[in-house]
Nanobody
Framework: VQLQASGGGLVQTGGSLRLSCAAS????????IGWFRQAPGKEREGISC????????HYADAVKGRFTMSSDNAKSTVYLQMNSLNPEDTAVYYC?????????????WGQGTKVTVSS
């Protein structure tokens, strides 16, 4: 049971990247999926979340209007399309899947993918 994040890299200010988060060993359908990031010297912050209840997506103010989260349940993969990137977006990006089935909590983290935005 794991998440594999990929798609990070080096991009110039104003550029775009698409991150992927592939689940293996489980299906993402009944999990809440979130993207988080941690910039150097800062705490990890949540930037987007896909609800398992109604499929709605919520974004942090810092990325709203620039980032779009989507999912392909058939591939058990979620994506984060990042546009209009700026140096403040430089961070390691992580995906997370969590659910509570009434008895047990599940909390799965990917290994992170690094995004560097040059000015």
């Amino acid at each position: 049971v794991q998440l594999q994040a990929s798609g990070g890299g080096l991009v110039q200010t104003g550029g775009s990247l698409r991150l992927s988060c592939a689940a293996s060993g489980f299906t993402i359908d009944d999990y809440a999926i979130g993207w988080f990031r941690q910039a150097p010297g800062k705490e990890r912050e949540g930037i987007s979340c896909l609800s398992s209840k109604d499929g709605s997506v919520h974004y942090a103010d810092a990325v709203k209007g620039r980032f779009t989260m989507s999912s392909d349940n058939a591939k058990s993969t979620v994506y984060l399309q990042m546009n209009s990137l700026n140096p403040e977006d430089t961070a390691v990006y992580y995906c997370n899947a969590e659910k509570f089935d009434g008895l047990r909590s599940y909390d799965i983290w990917g290994q992170g993918t690094k995004v560097t935005v040059s000015s």
